[in-house]
């Protein structure tokens, strides 16, 4: 499974962002797994931010986010978005998009970086005062 982030950029406090990722690979069913942004700050852990499992519908947020960023997502286009909206200047970092096929316990682990097996390279997203 190969997963491409794209829609990182610069943008003033307040603003609005959508990330996308676009998930491809041979024999790939993209409804078959759990979808993930994570991010990742200069010398910082990397956290989860949001995650929706398109087997059953489940989204899950991070608290310091919560109403601020919706996840969505496009089974025809094999595409996972992000929509960041009201934004901080410590929103400010790379985001990755992960993913893992019909996970277990989904729920008790959908933050931890170590529950998905396969990653993008990454999308930054700068957040200017």
């Known amino acids: 499974v190969q997963l491409v982030e794209s829609g990182g950029g610069l943008v003033q406090a307040g603003g609005s962002l959508r990330l996308s990722c676009h998930a491809s690979g041979s024999g790939f069913t993209f409804d078959d797994y759990a979808y993930a942004w994570f991010r990742q700050a200069p010398g910082k852990e990397r956290e989860g931010v949001s995650s929706i499992s398109l087997v059953d519908g489940v989204t899950f947020y991070a608290d310091f986010v919560a109403g601020r960023f919706t996840i969505s997502s496009d089974i025809a286009e094999r595409t996972v978005y992000l929509q960041m909206n009201s934004l901080k200047i410590e929103d400010m970092a790379a985001y990755y998009c992960?993913?893992?096929?019909?996970?277990?316990?989904?729920?008790?682990?959908?933050?931890?970086?170590?529950?998905?097996?396969?990653w993008g390279q990454g999308t930054p997203v700068t957040v200017s005062s």
């Open positions: 992960a993913a893992v096929p019909r996970p277990a316990e989904y729920g008790r682990f959908w933050f931890e970086p170590g529950f998905y097996d396969y």
